[in-house]
């Protein structure tokens, strides 16, 4: 199929245009063992990742995917703090552009669309690893996951960015590799693109009823 009429074209950020987790995972081992807490296997915290920095810290400290109730508020603080404070300075040490990222991002652009960014990422961190990758300029505008009261899986930054630049929801299509885009997206009632190869928590992002799957990048400019 192809997409008809599309205007606006929102991507999620990390699985999507970026593998970040070796960043973060170093920023969260480093945040519990300054806590004197154990630490994990990157191949564990990836699947940990997709829902902002606070639920990833809360993730480390349970230790699982499901965080823990009982977590100590004063510790969950502090760590929250040693967290983005290391992780703010070491950004981009071993994250990666996805291959044909930014080939693919320039054509789109090129062709006329309006792109914008859609990330569970705090806002503050976005600009700095956009600028790393030479992308910044791609994008129109972005949202991080504190710029809103709500974030993804809630379909109101779709909507608020949909809003913003005057687009109408059926003339924007949501690109993301995990059940957060595609759940805000189908609650949006906007068209989805979902990405096989990102973080979505061992599941398959088919079950959520995304639009279109594709397992490259690269693939996506074939529908618009």
């Keep these: 199929m192809r997409f008809e009429n599309k205007e606006l074209i929102l991507f999620d950020l990390d699985g999507t245009l970026i593998d970040s987790v070796p ?21 564990i915290i990836r699947r940990w990742v997709g829902n902002g920095a606070a639920t990833l810290v809360k993730r480390g400290l349970s230790g699982e995917v499901t965080i823990d109730s009982d977590i100590d508020e004063k510790l969950f603080s502090d760590a929250l703090k040693i967290f983005l404070d290391y992780y703010s300075t070491n950004l981009a040490n071993e994250t990666i552009l996805y291959p044909d990222v930014f080939d693919t991002l320039n054509e789109l652009k090129n062709k006329g669309y309006r792109l914008a960014i859609i990330t569970n990422k705090p806002f503050d961190f976005i600009k700095p690893i956009l600028d790393t990758f030479n992308i910044t300029d791609i994008f129109e505008d972005f949202i991080g996951g504190d710029s809103l009261d709500l974030k993804k899986p809630d379909p ?11 687009v109408d929801i059926k003339n924007t299509v949501m690109v993301g590799d995990s059940k957060n885009d595609i759940i805000a997206a189908n609650s949006a009632n906007m068209d989805s693109i979902a990405l096989t190869y990102g973080y979505n928590y061992s599941e398959d992002i088919k079950v959520h ?16």
């Design 156 to 166: 109101t930054p779709l909507l608020f960015m949909c809003d913003k630049l005057g």
């Design 23 to 43: 960043d973060l995972a170093n920023a969260l081992n480093h945040t519990l063992k300054s806590l004197g807490k154990d630490s994990f296997d990157q191949d």
């Design 209 to 224: 009823n995304p639009t279109i799957v594709f397992d490259h990048f690269r693939k996506i400019k074939e529908v618009f």
